[in-house]
């Protein structure tokens, strides 16, 4: 199962992680990184996905804007963004 986290009281990709283990140990769940990026809001309806992490490396940004979605579709635009280009995910 795929997770996507963000905290902005956690300045690191690895203390997200670790809160996340530790609120996940009671269920048995293994939880791995599969890199980092950040989470902005460009405007009070719209999302980039951008970035890496100095530790992991980037995320399959792609995949973090399609879940953002999912949960949040009340934003009219997620944009997902790595060295390959441009993504837009767009609500109809």
Request: aromatic letters at 14%; a negative charge; one cysteine or more.
């Given at each position: 199962k795929l997770i996507v986290r963000g905290d902005r009281r956690a300045p690191y990709h690895d203390d997200i992680l670790k809160h996340t283990q530790r609120e996940l140990a009671?269920?048995?769940?293994?939880?791995?990184p599969l890199g980092g990026g950040s989470i902005c809001h460009t405007s009070a309806r719209s999302m980039v996905v951008t970035g890496s992490s100095s530790r992991y490396g980037q995320a399959e940004h792609s995949k973090a804007a399609e879940l953002i979605q999912r949960y949040?579709?009340?934003?009219?635009?997620?944009t997902s963004s790595s060295d390959?280009?441009?993504?837009?995910?767009?609500?109809?």
């Open positions: 009671d269920l048995d769940c293994k939880v791995e949040f579709p009340f934003h009219d635009e997620i390959e280009g441009s993504q837009y995910i767009t609500q109809s």
